[in-house]
């Protein structure tokens, strides 16, 4: 029989690898009542591990709407997004149609685009437009040619509802590199905007292959809105600085997993 402290060392594994637990699979799992499960799961809580939610426990973070500003998550994990954009851009093949989701790191995959020829770039992104747009104007030879979905903007810079659902559903792109607000193997990929989550389905079934770029961060956020499963991902890029453990999680759940060294 596992002692209290040995017990919630696993279950906060456990959520850290999945993201979330319900207490009736802890139960089955350890052999326990109800109940001393969640007295470990407050005391998880108590230590400022983990958030109950109904029926278990989720990793704990901000709520699930919260949405911090494209400026705030530019100056996160800067180094470990420009590796996880050096490898994301080797897949993107000369001449082909790109998209690019909104957000810092698929920025960071966007300024790596600039040297590859004959491109074309389809963005919801705001400053990922304003990017491409003032490397043109300076002259850039090989700056990809541009196409801005559209739509209403959120607070991540994100042009989102009909018209950029509407915008997108009619084109057809080689591949897409896709940043997540949150991902974990229960929800999959996560964002706090409803209107984002649509918008990045119509960026999935637009795609004929979708790569994801996410560091070690992401894993274990959950936005309020799920808009894709692990299974749907072609490629999932991250770093090193993820547990072996959530490795392999991905390693089984997406066509192809990528592992770079973490920065810093």
């Known amino acids: 029989m596992l002692l209290a402290p ?10 850290r690898r999945a993201g979330a637990v319900r207490v009736a699979e802890l139960v089955e799992q350890f052999g326990v009542s109800d109940m001393t499960i969640r007295r470990d799961l407050d005391a998880l809580v108590r230590q400022g591990a983990v958030q109950k939610v109904h029926g ?10 919260y949405e911090p500003g494209f400026d705030a998550k530019s100056g996160l994990e800067e180094a470990t997004k420009a590796a996880l954009a050096d490898a994301a851009a080797k897949r993107v093949e000369p001449g082909s149609v790109v998209a690019l989701s909104a957000g810092t790191t698929t920025y960071a995959v966007a300024s790596r685009l600039l040297e590859i020829p004959e491109l074309t770039v389809v963005t ?11 490397a043109g104007r300076d002259g850039g030879e090989a700056v990809p040619s541009l196409l801005l979905t559209g739509g209403a903007p959120t607070r991540s ?4 509802g009909a018209l950029a659902d509407q915008t997108i559903r009619s084109l057809h792109v080689d591949l897409l590199i896709l940043g997540v607000h949150g991902v974990c193997e229960q929800a999959g990929l996560t964002t706090p905007n409803l209107a984002e989550a649509q918008t990045n389905r119509a960026l999935i079934a637009s795609a004929r ?3 994801v770029v996410a560091d070690h961060t992401k894993w274990g956020v959950i936005g309020l809105s799920s808009f894709a499963t692990l299974a749907e991902i072609d490629c999932f890029v991250t770093d090193d600085a993820l547990p072996a453990t959530v490795r392999n999680v991905l390693a089984d759940a997406v066509g192809e997993l990528v592992v770079v060294p973490a920065a810093g």
């Open 157 to 160: 810079a994100a042009l989102v």
């Open 6 to 15: 040995q017990r919630q060392a696993l279950i906060l594994e456990a959520i």
């Open 56 to 65: 278990g426990a989720m990793a704990a973070g901000a709520a699930s709407t």
């Open 209 to 211: 292959r979708t790569v």
């Open 124 to 134: 919801n992104s705001l400053p990922i437009a304003d990017l491409l747009w003032a």
